[in-house]
């Protein structure tokens, strides 16, 4: 299951009130879902260089991570370069699927989508 979370830096204070009023409770999403988007603010880290620090050297970060689990940055709607990381990320620890219909890449990743 997905987590389905995003982290959202607003450019001005001045988009809160339009952004939280648009987002949360939005359920109308295109594929069919009974999730509903609640917005938050985010702790203990605010703000876009807090969230890149936060996981630049994670172990989501590492190579044997597929790059569709990776966090993505976007600068004027367009996506960025995610900054390197400033140590070698650890590997990460993986948990196993051992339900009928789990699916992955073998270590719990999701599968990569067909080129």
């Known amino acids: 299951a997905c987590l389905g979370y995003a982290f959202v830096n607003l450019v001005t204070p001045d988009l809160v009130e339009s952004f939280w009023a648009a987002f949360d409770g939005f359920s109308k999403w295109v594929l069919p879902s009974k999730k509903v988007c609640a917005v938050t603010w985010s702790g203990p880290h605010q703000g876009r260089g807090a969230h890149v620090e936060r996981y630049r050297n ?5 190579p044997m991570v597929p790059e569709v689990c ?9 996506r960025a370069p ?14 196993r699927h051992n339900h009928p219909g789990a699916s992955g890449g073998g270590r719990g ?5 067909s080129q």
């Open 70 to 78: 990776k966090p993505l940055v976007f600068k004027d709607g367009q």
């Open 82 to 95: 995610f900054p390197p990381p400033t140590k070698a990320p650890s590997a990460p620890r993986t948990r």
């Open 109 to 113: 990743w999701p599968q990569q989508p």
């Open 58 to 62: 994670s172990p989501v970060m590492h």
